[in-house]
């Protein structure tokens, strides 16, 4: 589950809006009203953002039920799996270079692209490294 923004259906992402708005969470009878949805697809939904590392969920005190709140390093994770993404796109253009090595053909392009990637995911390790350090290793 490399769920990152962008790969979010608007009913995941309206879900995970909800969440943000709601500091004590919501149960799922709650997102189902909030949002305008089946508890099937509630279920569906926060399954995959707990899978993600974006939500956690927590029995309700004296209760049955559970909450589904975001996680305090919610953030990170959404980071973490945006570094993940970007090593499988490297990993694939520098197969790509290879490839191309392979059949005698230039690869500039591949070349040029796992470069960037390269690149993206040294800065993005800094900037987690950096958001680490900042948070006094939260």
Do not use: N
């Not at 995941?12 to 500091?23: T, V, Y």
């Not at 099937?40 to 899978?51: N, Q, W, Y």
């Not at 490839?99 to 053909?105: H, I, T, Y």
């Amino acid at each position: 589950y490399g769920l990152v923004g962008s790969e979010m259906c608007i009913r995941d992402r309206r879900i995970w809006a909800w969440l943000l708005l709601s500091p004590g969470g919501s149960t799922a009878r709650e997102l189902c009203d909030a949002v305008g949805i089946t508890k099937g697809a509630v279920s569906t939904s926060v399954r995959l953002l707990e899978h993600a590392g974006l939500v956690e969920r927590v029995r309700e005190p004296g209760s049955r039920a559970y909450r589904y709140r975001v996680r305090e390093d919610a953030g990170r994770a959404l980071m973490e799996r945006k570094l993940e993404a970007t090593v499988e796109w490297r990993a694939m253009a520098e197969e790509g270079v290879d490839l191309a090595r392979e059949v005698d053909r230039d690869g500039v392009l591949l070349e040029r692209l796992a470069e960037l990637y390269r690149f993206l995911e040294e800065a993005q390790k800094r900037m987690m490294e950096e958001w680490s350090t900042r948070r006094g290793g939260r």
